[in-house]
């Protein structure tokens, strides 16, 4: 089956949705930034439109995909005026250069993403928790039509499944997405996730830092073992991560910006990170109560207010559209979400902590140095200019792992060596935003540029 003209159509309705829901919202933001961003906004609106035909009973079909991607495309342009004004910076004159030493960051860039796009179309889905759960119930639904298959009655079955299919909305309407559209193991989506947050990631690190360490970041970033492994293997870690970073960074940049909009564009983020991953729920939560001290500061306790009553309730939709009314009104079985919960003990908490430290944050086979590059820049920061800031990504980081503790102290399923572990990778994005937005590596982007500045003339 030719798949090209299909996943461009596809692809193009999400990108078109992102572009104008930024839009409608009076998002101000640079081109490279707007790009990436727009395309992960659009395809969590089109996964969320598409699951509503699932709620309507309509047939999941290559005919439903397109025609709630366009629905989901077209609804923003009702703010015309708004959308208008947003396509006119989108298509206004580039204004990038490009040096040397951005040209070897790309020249690794697209060979990682050319290996990572590569494997996804041209390696089978291996990750257990995909072939008994995620794309399990996509190849099943594609033929039956409906996420309600015989996947979750099928007494041959029963106690081999993975728990995922009851936990992974996102992921599993992805894949019935790209399987619709020809793939034949549907993951593709994963890489273009991976780059999208990479491209991302870049952008932001580029206006923090002068471009020469910015790449340098971007590239250990990039080359990060265990994000890298899971840039083309079917999993919600890594689009959680990105969902999830990005919403953080979002609440930091409105409040940096001077930009309300940005709070709004968060809260889509955030809530495709509740649909990505269950126990985003809390972590959100708990990350949006931190941030309120500091939107307040920034602006007034209202916008706070506002701004949590906005987000809780975005987030709780997404989640209970498909923890709880999904569930309890569609599926015939039902996860024993119950009996995992062993109530919340001090003595394993400690244990869930040391165990998150000593097996995973110290592992350098999954993280290389990222972990000991924050300690150390937190450190030397601290006594060479004797300044923590910038303190919200630093308490966005302490949320992940305070929310990732009790996850794991009071669910049983919640294995420190798997579930913590790739639930860390929302906190790899923000640490290298941290590290290129503290003092110290902001004098030795001053130094360069004056060096630079001095050495031209």
Known sequence: MNVGIPLIMMIGLQWIAGFATMGAL??????????????????????????????????????????????????????????????GRLLSRPTWTFTIYDMIALGVALYVAFIATWAAWYWPVTPFDAMAGIDLVARQTVDEGTIVNRVFTDPSLVGHLSNQPFYAPFAMLLQVMYRLVGFTYG???????????????????????HPFIADILWICYILTPEMLGYSYLVQTDHINAAFFAIGAILVWQAIARDQK????????????????????????????????IFITRAWSWRTAIVYAGVA?????????????????????????TADQIIGF???????????????????????????????????VNAIVTRKAAPTMPLVWIGVVFLGL???????????????LRRGLFKVIPLIFVYVAATELLQRASRSLTQWEAGRTS
């Open 26 to 87: 009076r998002i101000e933001m640079p081109r490279s930034q707007s790009v990436p961003l727009a395309l992960l906004a659009g395809m969590f609106l089109h996964t969320f439109a598409f699951f509503g035909c699932e709620l309507l009973n309509i047939p999941l079909s290559m005919g439903t995909l397109l025609i709630s991607g366009t629905l989901v495309a077209v609804l923003p342009h009702v703010w015309w005026k708004n959308v208008s004004a947003f396509y």
């Open 187 to 209: 993951q593709l989506w994963v890489p273009i996730v991976a780059i999208a947050l990479a491209w991302y990631l870049w952008s932001v690190l580029r206006e923090l830092i």
């Open 261 to 292: 909009a940005y709070l709004w564009l968060s809260v889509i983020m955030l809530s495709g990170a509740c649909w990505s991953r269950s126990e985003s729920i809390l972590l959100v939560t708990i990350g949006v109560a931190a941030s309120l």
């Open 312 to 336: 809780g309730i975005a987030s709780l939709v997404t989640f209970g559209l498909w923890h709880v009314l999904f569930f309890n009104a569609y599926l015939p079985v039902h996860p024993s």
């Open 345 to 379: 003990d001090l003595a394993r908490f400690v244990q869930v902590i040391s165990d998150t430290i000593t097996n995973v944050v110290a592992d350098k086979g999954l993280w290389a140095g990222s972990f000991l590059l924050l300690a150390t820049i937190v450190v």
């Open 405 to 419: 503790w009790i996850v794991g102290t009071t669910f049983s399923a919640a294995i420190v060596e798997q579930t």
